[in-house]
């Protein structure tokens, strides 16, 4: 178990701290669960009065409690927790059981995990762990510090960039959904583009992103996508966007720098959301529109969160108005009824 005091950890954090520096730290836990050899992090000071942890990662004094004084508690926080929970990497070297095509490169300090494929061509850079059962195809590129959870496909010719994080299940450049009715059947267009993933970028569980059909589908350098999100053919998704979990972008979508895309999001084809643009759970973003930068948006079809947000008020008021109108109703006919 990792044993560090205060003071260490202050000093690795490059922060000021208060209190007693000699409190030795054994873990991390959220603040009002904390125990006293556990450092914890507090977004104000009525968080941190009420935690008993040991140490409180906090932007100002908190009442005599020992505090290391950070600007921004909540990221400093996530550095600390992998301090005290490093990732394990596996041994260098090929598994026994992997299979390594003739014409593939693997830097020494890589690891082949068992039952993993890789494909002719290949190349996978230093310091990359490939999980058991990951299959990857030909003239696939992966670079320095890459992690591939178990079971992760990629298929040929994809270019993955530096300290990529793919988790189990991912699909990686498989066909775009492209067909065209010639007579009574649908013809597959063929899907000979490539799939580019920037560096620092994570890819959830069971994720997909397909292949250009002609072309480039790209994500940029730290973007985030999470559980089951699917990523059409030609779509172009900028830097530091992040995705929550079930959402699908149509073929040819493109996003801009730090977008936020909530979660069962649907976009269709040749949408464009702009840098910086935040799109609420669960909306609707129909085909070749555009959201603009600035206001939320929310519901379907998407529109800005305040527009949306009077239209659930007078959508509330609808049974009221259904029985102010047969009110009415029976009121003038009652006294249609009343005329000679």
Not at 1 to 8: K, L, N
Not at 24 to 31: I, K, M, S, Y
Not at 92 to 112: K, L, M, N, R, W
Request: with cysteine; glycine share 14%.
């Amino acid at each position: 178990m990792m044993a560090i005091t205060v003071r260490e950890l202050a000093a690795w954090l490059d922060a000021p701290f208060t209190g007693d520096g000699g409190c030795v730290l054994r873990g991390v836990a959220a603040a009002d669960a904390a125990r006293g050899d556990e450092v914890a992090f507090a977004g104000n000071a009525k968080v941190a009065l009420a935690s008993a942890a040991g140490c409180l990662l906090a932007s100002e004094e908190c009442g005599g409690r020992t505090v290391i004084r950070v600007a921004d508690p909540r990221a400093a926080f996530a550095r600390v927790i992998a301090r005290f929970h490093p990732v394990r990497m596996p041994p260098a070297g090929v598994h026994p059981t992997a299979v390594v095509e003739e014409g593939a490169s693997i830097d020494p300090t890589a690891s082949i995990g068992p039952h993993a494929s890789v494909g002719r061509g290949t190349r996978i850079g230093a310091r990359c762990a490939v999980g058991a059962g990951c299959v990857i195809g030909c003239d696939v590129t992966l670079g320095e510090d890459c992690h591939l959870h178990p079971r992760v496909t990629i298929y040929d010719g994809a270019r993955i960039g530096a300290r990529a994080i793919l988790h189990s299940g991912c699909i990686l450049g498989a066909d775009g959904f492209g067909f065209a009715m010639t007579g009574e059947r649908w013809e597959k267009f063929p899907q000979v583009g490539r799939l580019e993933l920037g560096d620092d970028v994570e890819i959830g569980a069971n994720s997909c992103v397909d292949r250009a059909a002609l072309g480039v589908t790209r994500i940029g350098d730290g973007t985030k996508l999470d559980n089951m999100v699917h990523v059409g053919h030609n779509c172009v998704i900028g830097r530091h966007v992040v995705v929550a979990a079930q959402t699908g972008f149509s073929g040819g979508v493109t996003i801009g720098d730090y977008a936020i895309v909530g979660g069962q999001v649907g976009v269709g084809d040749k949408a464009r959301i702009e840098s910086r643009a935040v799109v609420g759970s669960g909306a609707g973003i129909l085909t070749s529109k555009i959201v603009r930068a600035g206001e939320p948006v929310w519901g379907t079809p998407a529109r800005p969160l305040r527009e949306y947000l009077r239209m659930l008020a007078a959508s509330a008021k609808t049974p009221e108005l259904r029985a102010q109108m047969k009110e009415l109703a029976a009121r003038v006919d009652a006294l249609e009824k009343s005329l000679p």
